[in-house]
């Protein structure tokens, strides 16, 4: 599995450069985004994972993320929460579906809210379920 991650999050780094153009690096600041719905040709799911701080008690993390405004900032207007599950001893695992050009406008609230109290990673993700349980029923 391990060998796998690198190639995952360069796949990932790609899609988001492919998907937000040449200057999808460039970290100034926030350009107007797009409140478009995500389509079938729009849309893209991710999933984060937001690993608690484990060197600090929850009251600390909670007043932190309070300070740095997490809960009003996230999620933003207009992109879907599919998900958001605590996950023992990891911390919070959301799954989002969003416009693809709203990509950039999550990781910077990510960045200026939950960063400190939480470690984030980032994951592409699609819905596999409706083709998990065919396979399985066709297996029967």
């Known amino acids: ?23 999808a ?18 849309g893209v799911m991710l999933t984060i994972f937001f690993k608690h701080d484990q060197s600090r008690p929850l ?3 909670n007043a932190q993320l309070e300070r740095q405004g997490f809960y ?31 990509l950039r406008e999550v990781n910077r609230i990510l960045e200026n809210t939950a960063w400190g109290s939480y470690h984030t990673e980032f994951y592409p993700t699609y819905d596999y379920k409706a083709v998990g349980i065919a396979a399985h029923e066709k297996a029967q």
Do not use: C, H
Request: charged residues 15%; hydrophobic residues 50%.
């Open 1 to 23: 599995m391990g060998r796998w991650k690198g190639s995952l999050l360069a796949i990932a780094a790609l899609t988001t450069v492919l998907a937000l153009g040449p200057d």
């Open 25 to 42: 690096g460039a970290q100034t600041a926030a350009a107007p985004a797009e409140n478009a719905a995500p389509t079938a040709d729009n």
């Open 59 to 61: 009251s600390e993390l």
């Open 72 to 102: 009003k900032a996230f999620p933003p207007p207009g992109v879907e929460v599919v998900s958001w599950y605590v996950m023992m001893g990891i911390g919070q695992v959301v799954t989002l579906r969003l416009p693809a050009s709203r």
